[in-house]
């Protein structure tokens, strides 16, 4: 069983909309949480990370976590054509490894 | 400041043939990971070095090595290529409380 599960999507948001991205991992030691974009034939690039439960919000994009459900999401307004990319969410456990998820592949319809 | 810098970026070998990968972190970076990333598979921990030190290692064969030098920089070997080595192959570093930056990979073509 894969550890950090995401659905492949593809999600599908007009313009202007909330884009929900959704994760759960199984390592309840997993101590920090990462989230990626990477465009097809590039390398993923860092969004935002967190630590804490809650949020975390940077810019139009917020991050949430929920350790107790070993949930962790990410949320986009605003969403533009150039966010059409495939979204990572990656965790850190105690090993200091990076596990992630499949990706969801996210398309914004102008 | 400058990125993670990966050389080469692409690399053709043949089967049996072995290649190495170089990886220079961010100024100040002490932590570098590897990574290799296929369509099946997604992204797959490599291995982690940390001044000087491998930290930890992913489930890989023994085929897959690395090294750190003093100036932080990394190298990964992969001996006896295979058809299935065919990746990305993404550097990382990171330093404390910040989160990993990749590079823009190697990409490896066995033939």
């Known amino acids: 069983q894969k550890e950090v599960e995401q659905n492949s999507g593809p999600l599908s948001v007009p313009e202007g909309a909330i884009a929900s991205l959704n994760c759960t991992y199984s390592?309840?030691?997993?101590?920090?949480f990462f989230w990626y974009r990477q465009y097809s034939g590039k390398s993923p690039e860092l969004i935002m990370f967190?630590?804490?439960?809650g949020d975390k919000e940077d810019g139009r994009f917020t991050a949430q976590l929920n350790k107790a459900s070993q949930y962790v999401s990410l949320l986009i307004r605003d969403s533009q054509p150039s966010d059409s990319a495939t979204y990572l969410c990656?965790?850190?456990?105690?090993?200091?490894?990076?596990?992630f998820g499949g990706g969801t592949r996210l398309m914004v319809k102008p | 400041k400058a990125g993670v810098t990966q050389t080469p970026r692409y690399l053709i070998k043949t089967r049996g043939q072995q290649v190495t990968l170089s990886c220079s972190p961010i100024?100040?970076?002490?932590?570098v990971s590897w990574y290799q990333q296929t369509p099946g598979q997604g992204l797959q921990f490599l291995f982690e070095?940390?001044?000087?030190?491998?930290?930890n290692k992913g489930n890989f064969p023994g085929r897959f090595s690395g090294r750190q030098f003093s100036n932080s920089r990394s190298e990964m070997n992969v001996s006896t290529l295979e058809l299935g080595d065919s990746a990305l192959y993404l550097c990382?570093?990171?330093?404390?409380?910040?989160?990993?930056?990749f590079g823009s990979g190697t990409r490896l073509t066995v033939v």
């Open positions: 990656a965790v850190r456990n105690a090993g200091n490894m990076l596990t």
């Open positions: 070095y940390f001044s000087e030190t491998q930290r």
């Open positions: 100024s100040g970076h002490r932590s």
């Open positions: 967190i630590y804490s439960n």
């Open positions: 390592d309840r030691g997993s101590q920090s």
């Open positions: 990382a570093s990171r330093t404390q409380g910040d989160g990993y930056t």
